[in-house]
């Protein structure tokens, strides 16, 4: 055996304890090195963001100086552009003036429905008239209706500080007394009309069947003459209304009547929104105060317009020469004097007025701290569901005695009765689900089928709120004092079109698809177009109460009001739109985008900006509506100002401004009534 082989390679050299100890020092000096090196670059970023910082906190105060400094200057100016909204007041109460003069030397017998003796007079005299048939009580109906819808818009219309107590209850009292009699009097009708049953009587089944249209009110009604109990079901001919009576009323001397009123007199009223009592008495504290200074101004007027006098006749007896000439400056200075009292007294009433609507408008943005109790099941929350297509009166009626010929004479047997008895299961003023079984919906016959235990008043009710929360909002001038205002909900896009003190429903779209409605093209104030959209199921008003029922990006009122009020006075140059960023901000702010327009080029080509206003404070945000983050942060070169006018004024052409100061007021006032009412910056 042969000597072993040497290993390959040389013999690995091994580290002394000098050199490990050295490559130790080498990296705690690197790793030092590092840590130096690295707490410098931090110091240095540290003071480069603390100088930054600083210089943005000095802009920043430097800012809000210039803003404190034309606070008063903006503030003056903004109060002389809203007095707008106490002249659209102003006009509206003459108009309601003019309208009540012309209404009392038209003499034509109908009542003023704000005059408790002409309404007491009015439904005495039709209480004493009896034996109206039903197509002459559709015909007074008409009246009845028209007098019930301004008794509400009284009480909607009135700035609340304006409304007393007794006079809700006047109105609200008359409302129902017409309302019961007119229901009355259809009673008596369908009875007359029921004892001529047997002369109407159908040639084919033996029974009446009668329908009378009219445009508030259509009337089914079916007497059962023959009593065939193999004749239960009932389609009113050239409709789709029809019924099924159960057996044992086939063989009765019964008469079914549906009574179909397109409004609704059944649901309770509404309780009329009014003030705080501590805001009511600083209202009234502010109005004493004024007219004590208007008489204190007089006053002085005319203490100096006295002492002018007696001075003028002095002058005129020591010198008569002179007596034209200083008579002359007497009488100037007389009219001036007369006429800086009209101006202080004019000043005076316009800033009351302006303190009223101020109060009416907030008031419209109210939420209630308090949530309806309902305490029974089955009952319906008029809070959160509302009345759709009026409703249907389905009552079971003994068919009165009927004439019967006897050797040429009719013979008719004789009753005590004076009315016909009405079986309903509308209880307590509430409307109720139970009761109510076999619901079946076709949607292409758009046929509602279902079976009632009893009979009685039904409706079709809608969640008030299915339109609530907003997708998206737009306002856009379209014209000189005319705009367009585009809501998106889940299901719906309305359109609306507001100019001078009219609005009108320019178009709906649901689900992407083109909807007629018989109220586009129809121009309406905006308080009965609001009314009229809510019973077309278009409902995009909130209430006090909707923020129970729908999660809600609840802004401080106050800076609601002001930001609506300020938008409304720019909306004649200015496009208003919906930002999602006004989700992230605190309650106290809103966020919305903006852009000058003057032409529809501008929409094409959009160059939206987005604006924080607090109510006090406007400015433009940095951020954009793609941004990643949301940030207050300045946008760069701009500054603070107390007003969205002077906000936008900053980047707006003068033919813009020069647009937004010739706007019609009430135009203005329109405009912000809508934003009022259908509160975008809390309900999108």
Not at 308 to 327: A, P, T, Y
Request: glycine share 2%; with cysteine.
């Amino acid at each position: 055996m042969g000597p072993k082989a040497k290993k390959s390679g040389s013999k690995k050299k091994k580290v002394t304890k000098a050199e490990r100890l050295k490559l130790l020092q080498e990296e705690e000096e690197r790793r030092l090195k590092e840590e130096e090196e690295a707490r410098l670059k931090y110091e240095k970023e540290e003071m480069e963001r603390l100088e930054i910082q600083r210089i943005e906190k000095e802009k920043w105060h430097r800012l809000e100086a210039k803003d404190l400094e034309r606070r008063n200057e903006e503030l003056e100016e903004l109060y002389l552009l809203e007095r707008c909204f106490p002249e659209a007041e102003k006009l509206k109460q003459e108009t309601k003036l003019l309208s009540q003069w012309k209404h009392y030397i038209q003499c034509d017998g109908s009542p003023d429905p704000s005059v408790a003796q002409e309404m007491n007079t009015f439904i005495s005299l039709w209480k004493e008239k009896t034996n109206e048939t039903f197509e002459e009580v559709i015909e007074k109906s008409k009246v009845v209706l028209n007098l019930i819808e301004k008794l509400k818009f009284i009480l909607l219309e009135t700035p609340p500080c304006d409304l007393q107590d007794k006079n809700i209850i006047q109105y609200q009292e008359s409302i129902l007394q017409l309302q019961e009699l007119l229901h009355l009097k259809f009673g008596v009708a369908t009875e007359i009309l029921l004892k001529q049953a047997s002369t109407l009587a159908d040639l084919d089944s033996g029974n009446m069947e009668k329908v009378i249209k009219d445009e508030n009110v259509t009337l089914y009604v079916w007497a059962n003459l023959k009593k065939n109990p193999r004749h239960r079901s009932v389609r009113f001919s050239e409709t789709q209304i029809g019924f099924e009576i159960p057996r044992i009323l086939a063989t009765s001397d019964i008469a079914v009547r549906l009574l179909h009123t397109h409004y609704d007199h059944v649901s309770a009223l509404h309780p009329v929104s009014t003030p705080s009592k501590e805001y009511t008495s600083a209202v009234t504290e502010l109005v004493k105060d004024d007219v004590k200074n208007v008489e204190k101004a007089i006053s002085k007027e005319v203490e100096e317009e006295s002492k002018q006098q007696e001075r003028g006749s002095h002058l005129i007896q020591e010198e008569e020469i002179k007596v034209e000439e200083e008579q002359g400056d007497i009488e100037v200075k007389m009219s001036s004097a007369e006429e800086e009292s009209e101006a202080i007294k004019c000043e005076r009433e316009m800033k009351v007025l302006s303190e009223t609507v101020s109060a009416a408008q907030l008031l419209l943005v109210e939420n209630s701290s308090e949530k309806p109790d309902f305490f029974e099941d089955n009952v319906v929350d008029l809070c959160q569901f509302t009345t759709l297509g009026g409703v249907y009166h389905l009552d079971i009626l003994e068919l009165p005695p009927q004439c019967k010929p006897v050797k040429g004479w009719m013979i008719v047997e004789g009753k005590n009765e004076t009315s016909v008895t009405f079986f309903i299961n509308y209880k307590g003023k509430h409307w109720r689900t139970d009761g109510i079984s076999n619901v079946s919906y076709k949607p292409k016959e758009r046929l509602v089928t279902f079976s009632l235990d009893t009979f009685g008043p039904v409706t079709l009710i809608q969640d008030a709120h299915i339109n609530m929360p907003y997708q998206s909002w737009e306002l856009r001038p379209l014209d000189v004092n005319k705009v367009l205002l585009t809501v998106t909900t889940v299901f719906t896009e309305i359109q609306i079109q507001i100019k001078e003190n009219l609005c009108m429903l320019s178009s709906i779209k649901l689900k992407d698809k083109k909807h007629i409605s018989i109220l586009e093209g129809t121009w309406m104030t905006p308080i009965p177009f609001i009314i009229a959209l809510k019973e077309a199921g278009l409902n995009i008003f909130p209430t006090r109460h909707s923020h129970f029922y729908v999660i809600i990006n609840n802004k401080v009122p106050l800076v609601e009001v002001k930001a609506y009020r300020q938008m409304a006075l720019l909306s004649s140059a200015f496009a208003f739109g919906w930002s999602k960023w006004n989700l992230l901000c605190n309650s106290t702010k809103v966020v919305f985008k903006v852009r000058e327009h003057l032409t529809e080029a501008c929409t094409e080509n959009p160059n939206w900006a987005l604006l924080m206003f607090s109510g006090d404070r406007a400015q433009r945000l940095k951020i954009k509506e793609e941004s990643e983050a949301f940030s207050e942060a300045l946008k760069e070169e701009t500054e603070f100002h107390s007003t969205l006018y002077h906000m936008v004024k900053d980047f707006a052409s003068e033919e813009a401004m020069e647009k937004v100061r010739s706007s019609n007021c009430q135009f203005v006032n329109s405009v912000c009534h809508m934003l009022l009412s259908t509160r975008l910056l809390s309900y999108s």
